[in-house]
């Protein structure tokens, strides 16, 4: 199957994409009403900010979504060095570790789990991960040296390193997933500069699970978004954090190359210093870094005195702002697309807003 007007990858990852969007919200709709009859639902507390109960399912149809996005590889005919078949045995260990991340989370949503046993299982899935060759080996650090672009990591520190980043960018989304819309934003964000890094790399396995994942992303927001009429629970968030450790890390592994600390930090920039903000308050107050309070900043941004749409763009423009800084860096993209990042930050974001009105009246 071939078009006249994209290359076979492009038309692939186009269909990957638009499969994943489709099945995403067909589902989306059924998850919800069966959420409703057997009462799976996320109860309102003191902590979250929605007022009533809100069916808490949404994993399961991106979960759905994403792999009918990839499957749909079948219906392409003669793109064979397409199919799952060829994919890289990297991707395939991020898929069958992946699945075992969301089953984790769908656990937690239909009998919740305690917090000791969830980060447990998530450290054994990223060993296993790591003792599949899934694993952070080199740094590229030559924003310190110049004699620090590849930086070889002993093995026993390539698998703390390994484990410890894929735990906690799984909990990073969970924790930031506290207003609607919020964690499935960043997510899509984060993904879409992972995906102009990997297609201009040419790394194409990975460009069309990202498609994939950023397909099921936007189907969900549609319904996530304030006021959220489904959340993604702990199957989706966990299962999209997974997702974005690995492939932070994984193009690196497979081609052998450094993992470009600086560039992969400033995309997922905003979940990991409010992860690492939260931890180190916790700590200081003699509480248990793992249980949770509201420290986060959508909840400091809310007692601020904004409501959650205000909160979300404010957060969506930020982390927007240094991917486009993280592109730029990697070469990427243009330096112009900084400045433009810059104005749409301002546009998204009322209090800079009502500050340059102030100005001009």
């Known amino acids: 199957m071939k078009s006249i007007f994209f290359t076979e990858l492009q038309f692939l990852i186009l269909l990957i994409g638009a499969t994943s969007f489709l099945i995403t919200f067909i ?29 808490r399912l949404g994993g399961v149809p991106i979960f759905i979504g994403f792999l009918c996005g990839l499957l749909s590889i079948i219906f ?47 450290f054994l899935v990223a060993t296993i991960a790591w003792f599949s060759n899934l694993r952070i080996n080199s740094l590229d650090l030559s924003f310190i040296s110049s004699s620090m672009n590849e930086v070889q990591i002993p093995l026993i520190m390539s698998f703390f390193i390994t484990v410890i980043w894929i735990a ?25 500069a992972f995906f102009i890094i990997e297609y201009s790399n040419n790394i194409q396995y990975l460009s069309c699970i990202l498609a994939s994942l950023i397909g099921a992303a936007l189907a969900f927001l549609i319904f996530n978004y304030n006021p959220a009429k489904i959340i993604m629970g702990d199957s989706g968030s966990y299962f999209l954090g997974f997702n974005l450790s690995i492939v932070s890390f994984i193009s690196s592994t497979d081609n052998s190359t450094p993992f470009d600390v600086r560039v992969v ?3 997922m ?18 509480k248990v870094p793992i249980y949770p309070d509201k420290t ?6 809310l007692d601020s005195g904004l409501n959650q749409r205000q909160t979300v763009k404010i957060i969506w423009s930020l982390s927007a702002f240094f991917s486009v800084v993280a592109l730029v860096i990697d070469g990427k993209i243009n330096q112009i697309f900084i400045f433009y990042a810059l104005i749409i930050h301002c546009l998204c974001n009322v209090r800079i807003r009502d500050f340059f009105k102030k100005l001009l009246c």
């Open 76 to 122: 392409t005919g003669n793109l064979d060095q397409f199919s799952l078949e060829n994919i890289s045995s990297y991707g395939r260990v991020m898929l069958f570790t992946g699945t075992a991340i969301f089953f984790l989370g769908l656990c937690d949503d239909l009998f919740k789990l305690s917090p000791k046993f969830r980060l447990g299982f998530q």
């Open 296 to 301: 986060h900043l959508h909840h400091r941004l």
């Open 265 to 267: 930090f400033l995309i």
């Open 269 to 286: 920039f905003i979940p990991i210093v409010d992860m690492a903000y939260v931890i180190f308050t916790r700590i200081i107050n003699g």
């Open 27 to 55: 589902l989306v709709p059924i998850a919800k009403g069966f959420g409703e009859k057997y009462n799976i639902n996320d109860i309102p507390n003191n902590r979250k900010l929605h007022t009533k109960s809100i069916v």
């Open 168 to 192: 906690g960018i799984i909990n990073a989304i969970n924790w930031m997933d506290g207003a609607d819309g919020l964690a499935i934003g960043l997510l899509i964000i984060a993904s879409v």
